[in-house]
């Protein structure tokens, strides 16, 4: 974030918990589970992820089309980038990824980036699962991964396999 640029947020109730959104003049850049301390002030950029996050748990399949900010490496970004494409009620496995970009031998690496993902939900990392469907680690903790895959349906008989 740039000097001149403003931090908003918004701490919003969810059936997961508390969750912090964040956002700045130009896009929403991050997701926090949990309530952090700071200025409560909003924009439209978190009114428009609200809206977004009631219809999501309303059990709607709604795209995010607003703009979003991600720092990451081009590793970090590519993984973020396939993550995005899992439908609702889908999802996939960090080997699968890894094979995807061509890096077989890299699904740690992968992990590694699922787990700086800033946008949870938004970039659904919790629909990437382990070896055989093995829920592994989540930024919110695993309950949570938990309850957004039942949420959305998910199951390990409906996986995608992207394409090496």
């Not at 996050?53 to 396939?82: N, R, S």
Request: charged share 20%; proline share 5%; aromatic share 8%.
């Amino acid at each position: 974030m740039k000097p001149t640029e403003h931090l908003y947020q918004s701490v919003v109730s969810t059936p997961v918990g508390v969750i912090t959104l964040q956002a700045n003049d130009h896009q929403v850049i991050a997701i926090h589970f949990g309530s952090l301390s700071g200025s409560k002030q909003s924009n439209d950029h978190i009114h428009h992820l609200e809206n977004w996050l009631a219809e999501y748990f309303d059990g709607k399949d709604v795209e995010f089309d607003h703009p979003i900010g991600l720092e990451g490496t081009q590793f970090q970004q590519e993984v973020w980038e396939l993550i995005r494409r899992i439908p609702r009620g889908y999802v996939t496995t960090y080997q699968s990824i890894a094979n995807h970009l061509n890096k077989p031998t890299c699904a740690r690496a992968v992990g590694q980036a699922v787990a700086r993902n800033p946008l949870p939900i938004v970039i659904p990392c919790h629909r990437v699962l382990g070896k055989n469907g093995q829920l592994t680690g989540y930024i919110g903790g695993l309950a949570i991964k938990e309850k957004l895959l039942e949420l959305e349906k998910a199951s390990f008989q409906k996986q995608i396999i992207f394409p090496s």
